[in-house]
């Protein structure tokens, strides 16, 4: 199982992201997948979860309205749109699939 983050970077308040989790190595159709999210000094925390066909996604209470997850199964990716940023959304942002594989991350940093 291979993970991939990328599409992190520096934003403003209240700008936009979109991150990628390219994944290989295992059958990603058939597989419900998740966002995780660390902060320094923090634990890391759930985001999002996003089920095999991309039809049922849950998210965090700190994120809803303003992050999307996504998938296409045709390619193997996973997606989050980030939408209205807060600095408090500054973190390593992960992608988590089956047999608790995880990404390396890719770095999110909300600052003006």
């Known amino acids: 199982v291979h993970l991939k983050e990328s599409g992190g970077g520096l934003v403003q308040p209240g700008g936009s992201l979109r991150l990628s989790c390219a994944a290989s190595g295992f059958s990603f159709s058939t597989n419900f997948m998740s966002w995780y999210r660390q902060a320094p000094g923090k634990e890391r925390e759930l985001v999002a979860t996003i089920s095999s066909d991309g039809g049922v996604t849950h998210y965090a209470d700190s994120v809803k309205g303003r992050f999307a997850t996504s998938r296409d199964n045709a390619k193997a990716m996973m997606y989050l749109q980030m939408n209205s940023l807060k600095p408090e959304d500054t973190a390593v942002y992960y992608c988590?699939?089956?047999?608790?594989?995880w990404g390396l991350g890719t770095q999110v940093t909300v600052s003006s």
């Open positions: 988590h699939g089956p047999y608790d594989s």
